[in-house]
């Protein structure tokens, strides 16, 4: 599995490239520029789609093993997705207003083709993947929804449910999810099944105000954009959070991705 990671600054398209090793050490690999701006940035396998919100230009490009990135491919998509969910080689576009979706998907060159279009609920806040299926939050009353994306991008709906409110970030690691309330510092893991259904797991409270929060394998890197402090961590089978090292890079990152492949 990949372990290399991208740095993105929206307001100048400044990018870095690490990795984290399964000690939680980070290695920092490359530097470079891109364009400004993109909103969302998702991985699929070594490739990465950028997506810029306000015209729905979207463009790719990979990063090898020395961290170095190449651009691929560039086009057009609707504007104003607000979730963009890579599902394999698939991926999920949500419009959190209207909850309209559609799904496509991105070939080893970076080529995007459109597979399916469909209608969900309005107002999901997160929308977070485990392997094939998708979990679905609402922050402001914690209600969630699970589903299925097939490799033909047709989404099926699975179960529902609730959770605690309020949660600010939400992970996946395996098929084990993290929770993190950057106000106190909460944390809270469980588990999503084939079927869709959410166990419970564990609770325990890490350092409040991680701006963003990324998987890397069972490992996770933690980051606060004001200062750029970083902690890592590892999560394991059981929902059971161990912490592993701190460090420092750079301050304002807006994006970090990691490749899954």
Do not use: C
């Not at 909850?99 to 995007?112: L, M, Q």
């Not at 485990?130 to 402001?140: I, K, M, Q, S, T």
């Not at 961590?233 to 750079?250: H, K, N, V």
């Amino acid at each position: 599995m990949s372990r290399e990671m991208l740095f993105y600054r929206a307001d100048d398209g400044l990018i870095a490239t690490g990795r984290l090793g399964t000690d939680g050490i980070f290695a920092g690999l490359a530097d470079g520029k891109l364009a400004p701006n993109w909103s969302i940035i998702v991985p699929v396998g070594r490739e990465l789609l950028f997506y810029r919100a306000g015209d729905g230009v979207i463009a790719t490009g990979r990063i090898d093993t020395n961290g170095i990135f190449t651009e691929l491919a560039e086009g057009q998509l609707a504007a104003g997705w607000t979730h963009i969910v890579p599902v394999g080689r698939e991926l999920l576009f949500y419009r959190a207003g209207d909850g309209v979706i559609s799904t496509g998907r991105i070939d080893t060159n970076g080529i995007f083709t459109e597979l399916a279009e469909g209608q969900l609920a309005a107002g999901w806040t997160h929308i977070v993947p485990v392997d094939r299926e998708l979990l679905f939050y609402r922050a402001g009353d914690g209600v969630i929804a699970t589903g299925n994306l097939n490799t033909n991008g047709i989404f099926t709906e699975l179960a529902e449910g609730g959770l605690a409110p309020n949660w600010s970030i939400i992970v996946p690691v395996g098929r084990e999810l993290l929770f993190y309330r950057a106000g106190d510092g909460v944390i809270s893991t469980g588990r999503l099944d084939t079927n869709g259904i959410f166990t419970e797991l564990a609770e325990g409270g890490l350092a409040p105000n991680w701006s963003i929060i990324v998987p890397v394998g069972r490992e996770l890197l933690f980051y606060r954009a004001g200062d750029g402090v970083i902690s890592t961590g590892r999560i394991d089978t059981e929902g059971i959070f161990s912490e592993l090292a701190e460090g420092q890079l750079e301050p304002d990152w807006t994006h970090i991705t990691a490749l899954t492949a």
